[in-house]
């Protein structure tokens, strides 16, 4: 029987400040460098063999690593980007110059805009509720993700400075984990390089959304201007922005050298008081710029 921590938004909820500062991390592309094998191996695969793509492989895989990997989506949960990926698919030129017919997305979009947490459990619920197939072909995909994830990723240290910076932050930090991976799969990863004791929650995506996560845990806790999001995914910006915390981006293709700058300066600056509106502004645009809304098919 698995020892590993249960978390429940109630551990959010019930948060007891030891610090007058407070800090969230995500995990995927943050703390470990796991997005590219989990997109590429896992994720897209299963999307090409469970909605039967084989036909236009290279552009599915085109539309989804430009959408997990390197775009404004990047780092969402799995069923919006899913959504974005069939939408940006639609005008994919491959798509259009074979006539290739795509899937429905109708029961996939009514999921994403429901208001549930968008994670299996709510998933199927409401396959027990509505008995849609498209649903149930929805969960079952899903769930045989999480199954490919726990198969293959394994053994995937920690970004260089991580380390340094988790023992740093939890010395003089409230810390939590803010993500929108299953929370089975995040404390498995942290439990497997000895990581949750830095850490006082692990919050996935069963527990809301990252904005959720944060209001939860901070909210008549700590000042606004004492909370810092550490993030490698636009979403981590607005769910900081939501709150009114700083952010600290993890630049994608660049993260060693953006947590060894969080180590030997922008911690500091956070906790004397220094992570003034120009200092983020500029980590902000360097960190925007990597991440395009089009794909590069499309022209303005």
């Keep these: 029987m698995s020892t590993a921590p249960h978390y429940t938004r109630d551990h959010l909820l019930n948060l007891k400040p030891r610090f007058p500062t407070f800090v969230g991390i995500d995990s995927d592309g943050c703390i470990f460098p796991t997005m590219e094998i989990k997109q590429k191996q896992c994720f897209h695969s299963l999307i090409i063999s469970f909605w039967k793509l084989e036909p236009i492989e290279n552009a599915l895989r085109q539309t989804a690593e430009f959408v997990n990997l390197h775009s404004i989506h990047r780092g969402q949960n799995r069923f919006p980007c899913?959504?974005?990926t069939f939408e940006?698919?639609?005008?994919?030129?491959?798509?259009?110059?074979?006539?290739?017919?795509?899937?429905?997305?109708?029961?996939?979009?009514?999921?994403?805009e429901s208001g549930l947490p968008l994670g299996n459990p709510a998933l199927e619920k409401r396959v027990q509720e509505t008995g849609d197939p498209d649903l149930q072909r929805l969960l079952q995909w899903s769930l045989a993700v999480n199954e490919a994830v726990a198969r293959t990723v394994k053994a995937i240290k920690p970004f260089r400075?991580?380390?340094?910076?988790?023992?740093?932050?939890?010395?003089?930090?409230?810390?939590?984990?803010?993500?929108?991976?299953?929370?089975?799969?995040?404390?498995?990863?942290?439990?497997?390089?000895?990581?949750?004791?830095?850490?006082?929650?692990?919050?996935?995506?069963?527990?809301?959304?990252?904005?959720?996560?944060?209001?939860?845990?901070?909210?008549?806790?700590?000042?606004?201007?004492?909370?810092?999001?550490?993030?490698?995914?636009?979403?981590?910006?607005k769910a900081a922005r939501t709150v009114g915390a700083h952010f600290f981006p993890i630049n994608p293709g660049h993260e060693e050298?953006?947590?060894?700058?969080?180590?030997?300066?922008?911690?500091?600056?956070?906790?004397?008081?220094?992570?003034?509106?120009?200092?983020?502004?500029?980590?902000?645009?360097?960190?925007?710029?990597?991440?395009p809304e089009r794909p590069p098919w499309v022209t303005p």
């Excluded at 940006?88 to 994403?112: I, K, Y």
């Excluded at 947590?259 to 120009?278: I, N, T």
Aim: charged share 25%; hydrophobic share 40%.
């Design 161 to 237: 400075w991580v380390l340094d910076a988790l023992k740093n932050v939890q010395a003089h930090s409230d810390v939590i984990c803010v993500s929108q991976t299953p929370t089975e799969a995040l404390v498995r990863e942290w439990e497997e390089h000895d990581l949750l004791r830095y850490v006082e929650v692990i919050a996935g995506q069963e527990l809301g959304t990252k904005a959720e996560h944060l209001t939860l845990a901070t909210s008549g806790r700590y000042a606004p201007d004492r909370v810092l999001m550490i993030g490698d995914a636009p979403g981590d910006l």
């Design 257 to 291: 050298s953006s947590w060894e700058r969080f180590c030997r300066e922008s911690y500091s600056r956070f906790l004397e008081g220094r992570y003034d509106p120009r200092y983020e502004a500029t980590l902000v645009e360097e960190f925007t710029a990597l991440l």
């Design 82 to 84: 899913l959504l974005t």
């Design 88 to 112: 940006l698919l639609r005008n994919h030129p491959e798509v259009c110059r074979t006539g290739f017919q795509l899937p429905s997305t109708r029961a996939l979009r009514e999921f994403c």
